[in-house]
């Protein structure tokens, strides 16, 4: 229901407009006089639709028009119609100038107050529903400032990711120089000691209390010593593979790939991350996957991001495991990524996937929201969705279309 402010100083009429608006279906506030018309409409909800006396106690007609103009273009609009009984062109233009919008004549006529009403009706529907329109086109206008922000922080991560990738092939070139030297002797002072190990115990005897103990020692460690310095070799090429894998630029081509490899790549180069928070690992990767048709590296990139999301909402858990999971279903791939965090609230299980919705602080996260992270996978005919378990935490499964076991 419309509401209309009507300011009239004599009873009579004020009675007469307002019974005759009320039967219309208008809601009427009546007044008698200009101060208290003006302070109804400079309400935040006041009527926007006002038909106001030309001259009557406190301000007149023309007075409130010019008031409301000054109030500036962020005010809600009304629409005002001044009841005169003046038809001096030069009056009038003067009113027009200073705000008002339509006239009535004294005496009134029934008919015409309704018809005047109905327009004043119409222009403000009209003038509300272009104020919501420039909201909206503000909104997206924003929107779209911060998309452009986005994409040119992603151009830019891109930009630094081919720039590595031109740099690790030299990198892993140094690094694995020095490890195969160190894997080399290691091997070879393995080999020597299969030879020398049992003349040493058949030594050890003859030897004083002290160095006999020693000598143990050695015989009980050096071999130990030996397996970290070659596991920790392999590590280190696992490491400066995932790497080159990874930076490596490419021109996002779909192959035929391993999901388990992804997923083994994804955790090695979130592992120092994950254990300097101190969060457990649990894989639970089914045997003989078949493979998916696929871009590895953005599908790593998706894994790391629900990783390191998990991790960051398990900040201050009692418990704080990460379990990854793949397994065939079907048709299908279907890899699970699950934390023990405090879950997905009911009123953001949506916005979470709008494209300008974070939860972080600046400076926080991998650059990819699950916005780009959904459409990732939608790209690789896919699905990403999130499941909230009634024990806690969240687990987001990533259902991929699985390749015939020839091509796996």
């Known amino acids: ?92 233009a003067e009113a027009l100038d200073h705000g008002a919008h339509d006239f009535m004549a004294k005496p009134l006529v029934p008919h015409e107050f309704k018809s005047r009403l109905g327009v004043g009706r119409r222009v403000v529907a009209y003038n509300e529903e272009l104020t919501k329109k420039n909201d909206e086109l503000r909104r997206y206008t924003t929107q779209l400032e911060e998309l452009a922000a986005t994409r040119a922080k992603q151009l830019l991560h891109a930009d630094r990711m081919a720039t590595i990738g031109l740099l690790t092939s030299g990198v892993a070139h140094e690094v694995n120089n020095p490890t195969t030297f160190i894997s080399g002797n290691a091997q070879t002072i393995r080999q020597f000691w299969q030879d020398v190990e049992p003349m040493v115990r058949r030594g050890v005897p003859s030897l004083l209390n002290e160095e006999r103990r020693k000598v143990e020692f050695v015989l009980e460690e050096l071999p130990r010593a030996l397996d970290g310095i070659l596991g920790g070799v392999r590590r280190i090429a696992s490491i400066v593979r995932g ?82 999971g793949a397994a065939s279903k079907g048709p299908s791939v279907v890899v699970s990524v699950e934390d023990t965090g405090p879950g997905v609230p009911p009123t953001l299980r949506e916005r979470i996937w709008h494209p300008f919705f974070t939860t972080k602080s600046a400076g926080d996260g991998t650059g990819l929201g699950l916005s780009i992270c959904r459409d990732i996978v939608k790209d690789h005919d896919g699905e990403l969705s999130l499941e909230c378990p009634e024990a806690g935490g969240a687990r987001f499964i990533i259902s991929l279309p699985a390749l015939g076991r020839s091509a796996a």
């Open 1 to 92: 229901m419309t509401r209309v402010l009507l300011a009239e100083d004599d009873p009579l009429t004020r009675s007469l407009l307002a019974r005759l608006a009320g039967s219309w279906g208008y809601d009427v506030v009546a007044v008698a006089d200009g101060d208290r018309a003006l302070a109804v409409l400079s309400q935040q909800d006041g009527p926007r639709l006002a038909v106001l006396d030309w001259h009557m106690p406190g301000c007149d007609g023309v007075e409130i028009c010019r008031r409301l103009t000054r109030r500036g273009p962020d005010a809600p609009y009304v629409h005002t119609i001044l009841i005169t009984s003046t038809t001096a062109s030069d009056s009038l």
């Open 243 to 324: 790497l080159k894998t990874y930076s490596r630029q490419g021109k996002g081509d779909k192959h035929p790939c391993s999901i388990e490899q992804v997923i083994h790549n994804a955790v090695n180069l979130c592992t120092y991350d994950l254990g300097k928070r101190q969060i457990g690992v649990a894989l639970q990767i089914g045997r003989d996957l078949p493979a998916v048709q696929g871009d590895s590296q953005q599908l790593e990139q998706v894994l790391i991001n629900l990783s390191m999301n998990a991790a960051q909402a398990m900040e201050g858990a009692a418990e704080r495991r990460l379990s990854i």
